[in-house]
């Protein structure tokens, strides 16, 4: 089993670091509500609600974003050129270091 380091800053400018397992297949909404911060999530993570919005502040490179999540973007608020929705991040060795910054809800 192979961990990665995830940071998440809060809605506060508080740092947190997590440790996320590459071997469940969870996303960074997941991992997030997994450390109970607050992430709602409320569509279950289908890209239908855009309540884990966050910022990318890292040099990190993601998949390219999907047709699903690239909609739901457009429909969001506080959206910035470095948006994703945490349910559309895989937890996987690529992203071992990433910083993300949960957008205002």
Known sequence: MQDVKVTII???GEK????APTDMN?????????YE????????????CATCQCYLES?????EQSDDELDMLDQAFHVEENS???????????IDGIVLR????
Do not use: F
């Open 10 to 12: 809060d809605r506060e």
């Open 59 to 63: 040099e990190i490179t993601l998949p």
């Open 84 to 94: 994703r929705l945490g349910c559309q991040i895989q937890i996987s060795e690529e």
């Open 16 to 19: 947190h670091n997590l440790v």
């Open 26 to 34: 969870m996303n960074i909404m997941e991992l997030c509500k997994a």
């Open 102 to 105: 949960l957008a205002p809800e």
């Open 37 to 48: 911060l607050p992430v709602l999530g409320e569509c279950g993570g289908m890209a239908m």
